[in-house]
């Protein structure tokens, strides 16, 4: 046994030097911060019922949950003149502000929105979310995978994204939670915070921002996310959808969510990860035997020979990059591996120092923060309080309840693995109505999907972590295909 605990700590002292030298992977991105959160759960061996004790003794108690708050921003405000660095052709309207969640603490939340570049009265609404926990939608999902801007490697200024969403809808970004991106408060102690503050703070949000762009109340309205995002994502649809049943006021009108690359259940997240490894070459066969045959990832505790396969199987996947397992890293002298999709992995570095220029930060409005810009906060996610094993029932309630629901996955990542999707839609047990087809993207096979009673489920051929950052047009397709209800192009065009 003793052996075993140093050739652990033996792993894990190269797996940290391994990790300094490449900066890349040391970058904090949001499956690195979920592969953090998915350790901390298993080495401190919580049940479920254990967090949602310390949530339920730590949490705020908010009383103003959905109500109207006295805001000081106002749309005219909040009104973004021109970005630095834009490029000419920008021909929509975008915003971005804070909307306050809550008055005595001082908690407000910071949203970046694009208006559509046509006829944005005649369009769906749309908010995207990033995961984490404590990651920023905005510098992420806004500037480097769906919004209307791409940072350039200079970090000073920006080109347009021909596949930006806002061709087809208008396009929300919240940074959330409070400590997350701009986003702050001004009682510290709302920092330690999990998915039910999360939700309502989100939820009470949205009300307030309708209050601000009363045009888009009672429009079409979907909610859509990656990566941790796959609890945030139903767990709002959730709290919106037991508003609306009391509220006759209610003005969301919540038509779907779609997540991507998801966490949604720890079992088959467990599971379907060293599923993917193998099946994708990443590991052995003796190390894979290893974990199913030591590893049930149904227990609430991992024994310790899974712990060593565990180990052993991240060793021997090598330093990789873990949001797409075929592209190049960022920083290595020579990039000679070819990025399928033509990606560049720095490109949260350029996010990074664009956003913390002081004249970005100007034309965006952003105030009442002192600390840099980060596009993940480990913090946040360090002291993260309650998060369910699965909600995989809350999926459930959604598909009974009518509105759509979609489950999309780039499969080359192997952080969130389209394996590990897979195995949770299983679970489920829906039954298929459309069985697995490839459907299609200037001419070629973009992916593959199954329609099931209430459920889609949609692969993203070539695409890693961030579908609409390395697949932009098959995400857009994929959009498109999600907010007119139909199903990805089947044939070839
Ligand atoms: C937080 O505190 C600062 C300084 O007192 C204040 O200007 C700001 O309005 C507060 N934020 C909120 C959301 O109340
Ligand atoms: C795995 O753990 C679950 C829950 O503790 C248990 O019900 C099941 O029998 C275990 N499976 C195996 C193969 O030991
Ligand atoms: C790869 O090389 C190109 C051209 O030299 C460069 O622009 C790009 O930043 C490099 N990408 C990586 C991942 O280093
Ligand atoms: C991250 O969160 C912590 C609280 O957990 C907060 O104090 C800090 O300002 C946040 N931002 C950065 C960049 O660390
Ligand atoms: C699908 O939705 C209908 C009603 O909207 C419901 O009766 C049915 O149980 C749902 N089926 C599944 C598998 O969710």
């Not at 921003?73 to 920008?90: A, C, H, N, T």
């Not at 970004?173 to 999360?198: C, I, W």
């Not at 079409?220 to 945030?232: L, M, Q, R, T, V």
């Not at 290595?332 to 560049?344: A, K, R, V």
Request: proline residues 5%; aromatic residues 12%.
């Amino acid at each position: 046994m003793a052996r075993n605990k140093m050739k652990v700590s033996l792993i894990m002292s190269l797996c940290l030097l391994l990790c300094l030298i490449n900066i890349q992977q040391c970058h904090g991105g949001e499956g690195d911060v979920l592969l953090k959160l998915l350790e901390t759960r298993q080495m401190k061996k919580r049940s479920a019922n254990e967090v949602d004790e310390v949530a339920a003794k730590e949490r705020h108690v908010n009383s103003a949950l959905g109500s109207i708050i006295p805001q000081r921003g106002s749309k005219e405000d909040d009104k973004i003149s021109e970005l630095p660095g834009q490029p000419r052709g920008v021909n929509f309207d975008q915003y971005s502000g804070y909307v306050t969640v809550d008055a005595d603490a001082g908690k407000a939340l910071f949203y970046y929105f694009t208006e559509s570049t046509q006829d944005p009265s005649n369009k769906p609404l749309v908010l995207w979310l990033n995961g984490g926990p404590g990651c920023s939608s905005f510098g992420n999902g806004g500037m480097a995978e769906l919004g209307p801007f791409r940072v350039n490697n200079d970090g000073k200024t920006l080109s347009l994204n021909e596949f930006a969403w806002n061709n087809l809808a208008n396009v929300l970004f919240l940074e959330s939670p409070a400590g997350v991106g701009f986003s702050y408060s001004n009682r510290s102690s709302d920092y330690v915070t999990g998915d039910k503050q999360t939700s309502e703070d989100s939820y009470t949000f949205l009300i307030n921002w309708m209050e601000r762009f009363p045009e888009y109340k009672n429009k079409k309205f979907y909610i859509a996310g990656e990566s941790y995002a796959g609890h945030y994502v139903p767990q709002l649809a959730q709290l919106i959808l037991s508003h609306k049943k009391t509220d006759p006021n209610h003005v969301l009108n919540l038509q779907g969510i779609a997540t991507g690359n998801a966490f949604i259940d720890i079992e088959t997240q467990n599971r379907g990860s060293y599923d993917f490894y193998w099946s994708h070459a990443l590991v052995s066969d003796e190390v894979h035997e290893g974990i199913v045959l030591n590893c049930n990832f149904s227990a609430p505790s991992l024994s310790d020979s899974c712990y060593e396969y565990k180990k052993q199987a991240d060793f021997s996947r090598g330093d990789i990059y873990y949001y797409d397992i075929y592209a190049p890293l960022c920083g290595t002298p020579q990039n000679t591996s070819l990025p399928i999709s033509g990606y560049d992995p720095c490109t949260s570095d350029y996010v990074d120092s664009y956003l913390n220029t002081a004249e970005v930060q100007e034309a965006l409005h952003v105030r009442g923060i002192t600390q840099e810009w980060v596009s993940c906060n480990s913090s946040i996610h360090a002291s993260w309080q309650d998060s369910p094993d699965t909600v995989l029932p809350i999926f459930q309630e959604l598909m009974q309840s009518g509105i759509r629901v979609w489950i999309y996955s780039g499969d080359t990542d192997y952080i969130v693995s389209v394996t590990t999707s897979r195995y949770a839609i299983d679970k489920i047990k829906t039954s298929i109505k459309k069985s697995w087809y490839p459907w299609y993207f200037e001419g070629e096979v973009g992916g593959y999907a199954v329609a099931y009673q209430n459920l889609t489920f949609v692969t993203v051929r070539g695409s890693g972590h961030f579908v609409p950052g390395y697949q932009p047009g098959r995400a857009l397709t994929l959009f498109s295909s999600f907010i007119s209800g139909t199903l990805p192009p089947e044939y070839h065009i």
